[in-house]
């Protein structure tokens, strides 16, 4: 939701330890989904997933915005 972005969700599931595709996902399940995202900027980790068609009315609390870490390399 934070990126306003839409795309085709071709295909939703669980792990039960393997890929199990599902046709829908309900509050409180942990799944996965996979879309044609071409950029890895319109995915962010953490997001809130909606509809299209029927949107929620606010994203999930508790999303941040991942901070990139620089660490600096060591050299001999």
């Given amino acids: 939701m934070s990126t306003d972005a839409a795309y ?7 792990f039960t330890p393997k890929a199990r595709e599902r ?3 309900s509050a409180g ?3 996965y989904v996979t879309a044609g995202i071409r950029e890895l900027r319109a995915a962010k980790v953490g997001d ?3 509809h299209a068609d029927k949107p929620a009315r606010a994203p999930l ?3 941040k915005e991942v901070k990139r870490r620089c660490s600096p390399g060591f050299t001999r």
């Fill in 8 to 14: 085709l969700c071709e295909q939703l599931g669980v």
């Fill in 23 to 25: 046709a829908s996902l």
């Fill in 29 to 31: 399940e942990v799944g």
């Fill in 48 to 50: 809130t997933l909606t």
């Fill in 61 to 63: 609390p508790g999303f």
